[in-house]
């Protein structure tokens, strides 16, 4: 399976993608664009469906965004565009990495566009999967200063909802298989690095995860023996593992509450002591998921004072 390249603005530095879309269909095709030869493919990834990340132009399955994210005018790239016309120049698109259905996963990329600085940052999400609102809200935001930005399917199209009743959340999550999970993970991470950053100039690669997602991110990190991960931010993780801290070699920035029973504070510290140029911002009264689902005006403040510390973060490891 391979992505082909659209008509529209691109970052030159990066590979391209394409779509085909079927006449009075729902949806785009899912079959591989028909291109010219000159169009460079990417291997084992097929594009379902690309949009400008415009909320007022997204196509069925991405009209998830209910407002535009706010960004930092002074942080896209010292341009004179506004937010907003920063933000348009963000694109989404639905892809398949990998070869067969066992082995294949979903996700979503954003692709900076007239900012790209040529990185990546793979982003794992919460219980409720990668197509819930606040985390493509959250991956927008990061990909309007410059990054590019993955969210993979962890959970294979079944994520948790909030419909369903408590008692069934243990079940559900015994369905969702470490190994399986770790696999996902770096099928996405090997395509990357491989194939989506081959052309790029910088290469690097960081990673960010919140609640479910930060537990898998002090796991991939522990994993990571060929260094290829520059950088972490952990968002209120959990069912984190502390005795992996000194295997992490990466500098990982881990972001929570003191209001948080799902992100212990004593394992948040225990992690940026074992853990090589680990740090810890821990937010007083802050509970879980205040970062990216802010339910007060206090929320709201801390969730873009973390905003802020993440971006420096990022800045400092992939850009400086």
């Given at each position: 399976m391979a992505a082909t390249a659209a008509a529209g603005a691109v970052c030159p530095s990066l590979p391209r993608l394409?779509?085909?879309?079927?006449?009075?269909?729902?949806?785009?095709s899912l079959a591989?664009?028909?291109?010219?030869?000159?169009?460079?493919?990417?291997p084992s990834v097929i594009s379902l469906q690309r949009s400008c990340c415009n909320a007022t132009h997204l196509p069925r399955q991405s009209r998830r965004f209910q407002h535009k994210p706010r960004c930092s005018q002074a942080e896209v790239a010292n341009s004179t565009v506004d937010d907003d016309e920063a933000c348009e120049l963000v694109r989404g698109t639905d892809v398949v990495i990998g070869q067969g259905d066992d082995d294949s996963?979903?996700?979503?990329l954003l692709e900076a566009v007239k900012n790209n600085n040529g990185t990546c940052v793979l982003l794992l999400s919460d219980i409720f999967g990668f197509e819930d609102s606040a985390?493509?809200?959250?991956?927008y935001r990061i990909s309007c200063h410059g990054y590019n930005v993955l969210v993979p399917d962890l959970f294979r199209g079944n994520p948790w909802k909030k419909s369903l009743p408590m008692d069934e959340f243990q079940a559900w999550l015994a369905e969702q298989g470490p190994e399986r999970v770790a696999g996902d993970i770096e099928t996405c991470r090997k395509w990357l690095v491989d194939d989506f950053l081959e052309a790029a100039a910088s290469k690097k690669l960081a990673v960010v995860g919140f609640c479910y997602g930060g537990g898998r991110l002090v796991e991939t990190l522990a994993r990571d023996a060929d260094a290829c991960f520059c950088a972490g931010v952990c968002f209120y993780g959990s069912r984190m593992d502390a005795s992996l801290g000194a295997r992490i070699a990466?500098?990982?920035?881990f972001v929570c509450?003191?209001?948080?029973?799902?992100?212990?504070?004593?394992?948040?510290r225990e992690l940026e002591r074992q853990a090589r140029g680990a740090k810890?911002?821990?937010?007083?009264?802050?509970?879980?998921?205040?970062?990216?689902?802010?339910?007060?005006?206090e929320d709201d403040g801390d969730a873009e004072n973390a905003f802020a510390l993440m971006k420096?973060?990022?800045?400092?490891?992939?850009?400086?």
């Open positions: 394409s779509l085909r879309r079927d006449r009075g269909a729902a949806c785009c591989p664009a028909t291109t010219p030869q000159s169009t460079r493919l990417w996963v979903r996700a979503y985390t493509r809200d959250f991956a990466a500098p990982v920035l509450g003191d209001g948080d029973p799902l992100c212990p504070v004593e394992t948040v810890a911002a821990v937010y007083a009264g802050r509970g879980h998921g205040f970062a990216h689902r802010p339910e007060s005006l420096s973060w990022l800045h400092e490891h992939l850009i400086s």
